[in-house]
C-alpha cells in the first residue's frame, strides 16, 4: 500500500505552472524522491549483493563440496530471498519490462525438465563453461532458473542438504544458475540507481547486453521517477513526463 500511496500522490499531485513548463510540486517530488532513495535503492543494492555472494559461493561448491560451506551458501540464498520479497512491493520498472520476475520467481520448479537436463551431457557441459551464467539465462526456461532452482539444489524439507547429497551434474547447474540470478539482481540494481552501482555490475551488464535504462535512454528508472511530472526535461524525455504532458495539452 505504501508504494501505491507514493505513485498517486506523485501523479494526483501534478499542476500546471506557465512559468516553469513543469508539472508536479516540490511534495510531490520529494515523495518520489524518498521511495527511489530510500525504499527501492537499498533494497536493490542488498539483493544484489547477495546474489553476487551466492554466486561466489556456489562456484567454489561446485570445485570443492563442503557441508559448512552448503550451509554458508543457504544463509546467504535466504539474505538474498528476504530482499527480492520486499521488493515485490514495486514489481514495476525494470522488474516488469525485462521480464525479471518471472525469469528468476516462476514457480513451481519443473521437475521433469530438471530431471531431462541431468541426463543432457551436451547441455550440461554447456552450464559448465566460463560463460555457464549466460547459458542458463538464454537456454534454460523459467521454470528452471531463479530462486526455486537453487533452493532445490540446496535445500530439503526446510534444511541444508549434505554436500555429499548434491551431484556434481547438481553442482553444475546450480552454479550456473546462481550466476544467472546474480546478473539479474544487477539488472534490477543498476536499472534503478544508474551510475551510482558498482562499476563491475555496470560492465557485466554491458558485456552481456543487458538492458538497463529506461525504454533504451539514458536515464536509470530511479532518475525517470524522480523527474516525473516535467515537460522540460533535464536532459531528455521521459517516459513518464511526455506521457504526461501530452495528456495535459489534450485537456485531460
Not at 33 to 59: G, I, K
Not at 106 to 125: G, H, I, K, R, V
Not at 170 to 189: H, I, K, M, S
Not at 223 to 229: D, L, R, V
Request: charged content about 20%; glycine content about 8%; hydrophobic content about 40%.
Amino acid at each position: 500500500m505504501t508504494t501505491v500511496l507514493a505513485v498517486v500522490m506523485m501523479f494526483a499531485s501534478c499542476k500546471h505552472d506557465n512559468n516553469t513548463e513543469e508539472f508536479g510540486d516540490e511534495n510531490a517530488a520529494a515523495v518520489a524522491a524518498q521511495f527511489v532513495d530510500h525504499t527501492v535503492a537499498p533494497t536493490y543494492v542488498s539483493l544484489a549483493a547477495n546474489a553476487e555472494s551466492l554466486a561466489n559461493q556456489l562456484a567454489n561448491l561446485k570445485v570443492n563440496p563442503t557441508d559448512a560451506g552448503v550451509r554458508e551458501a543457504c544463509e546467504t540464498f535466504l539474505a538474498a530471498r528476504e530482499q527480492w520479497e520486499k521488493s515485490e512491493a514495486f514489481l514495476f520498472g525494470a522488474a516488469g519490462d525485462f521480464g525479471i520476475d518471472p525469469h528468476i520467481d516462476s514457480w513451481p520448479l519443473d521437475e521433469d525438465a530438471f530431471n531431462t537436463l541431468m541426463n543432457s551431457p551436451a547441455m550440461l557441459q554447456a552450464l559448465d563453461g566460463e560463460d555457464g551464467d549466460v547459458v542458463a539465462g538464454e537456454r534454460l526456461g523459467n521454470a528452471l532458473l531463479g530462486f526455486h532452482g537453487i533452493e532445490y539444489i540446496l535445500f530439503s524439507a526446510g534444511q541444508p542438504k549434505a554436500a555429499s547429497a548434491i551431484t556434481s551434474d547438481q553442482w553444475t547447474y546450480v552454479a550456473a544458475v546462481a550466476g544467472d540470478l546474480r546478473n539479474r539482481c544487477y539488472q534490477l540494481e543498476v536499472g534503478w540507481i544508474g551510475d551510482a552501482a558498482p562499476a563491475s555490475h555496470i560492465a557485466k551488464l554491458d558485456d552481456m547486453e543487458m538492458g538497463y535504462t529506461v525504454a533504451g535512454g539514458d536515464l536509470s528508472y530511479g532518475e525517470n521517477m524522480k523527474h516525473a511530472g516535467q515537460c522540460k526535461p533535464y536532459r531528455r524525455p521521459t517516459i513518464y513526463s511526455t506521457r504526461l504532458c501530452r495528456h495535459r495539452r489534450r485537456g485531460g
